[in-house]
C-alpha cells in the first residue's frame, strides 16, 4: 500500500458491529485515507466481485493492488489507520491465513446474533458523512 493512497472500504450496512466499526474507522482515520460504502450499492457490489465475494461479507476492501476480503481485508485497514494498529496488523500476519479467516468467518456468521441487524441505516457521524460514498461507480 503506498503512502497517501485511498482506501475504499465495502461494508455490510445492515450489520450493527459493521457500523459501528465503520463509524470508529472515520474517528480514527488520522490520515483520512479511508472511504466508505455500504456493500447493498452498486459500487459496494462491484467491489466484493472484485474481492471474489458473491454474498454479502462483513467487510471488503479496495485500494490500489485489489480488492480484498476477509482477514486480509482487515489487516490492511488495520495497516492504514497507522500507530499501533499497524503493529498489530503486521502480528496479525504471523497467525496461518487459514486460521486467521476462520476465526473471521466464525465472527462474520455470528455477527447480527450477537451485535443486532438494523432494520433501517443510521445517520453517519461527521467524520463517517464527508467520506461516505453514494455508492454509485467511482
Known sequence: MAEGETITIAYDGECMFCSRSIRFLAEHDR????????LQTPLGREIEE??????????????????YNRSE???????????????????????????R??????????RYRWFGKAD???????ALRERLLDGERV
Not at 50 to 67: E, F
Not at 101 to 110: G, R
Not at 120 to 126: A, G, I, K, T
Open 31 to 38: 490520515h483520512k485515507r479511508l472511504s466508505f460504502v455500504p
Open 50 to 67: 472484485q474481492a471474489g465475494s458473491a454474498k454479502l461479507s462483513s467487510v471488503v476492501i479496495r485500494d490500489g493492488t485489489g480488492a
Open 73 to 99: 481485508g482487515a489487516l490492511r485497514i488495520m495497516r492504514a489507520l497507522g500507530g499501533v494498529w499497524a503493529l498489530l496488523a503486521e502480528v496479525g500476519r504471523l497467525i496461518p491465513r487459514g486460521l
Open 101 to 110: 479467516d476462520w476465526a473471521y468467518d466464525y465472527i462474520a456468521a455470528h
Open 120 to 126: 433501517v441505516c443510521s445517520l453517519p457521524s461527521p
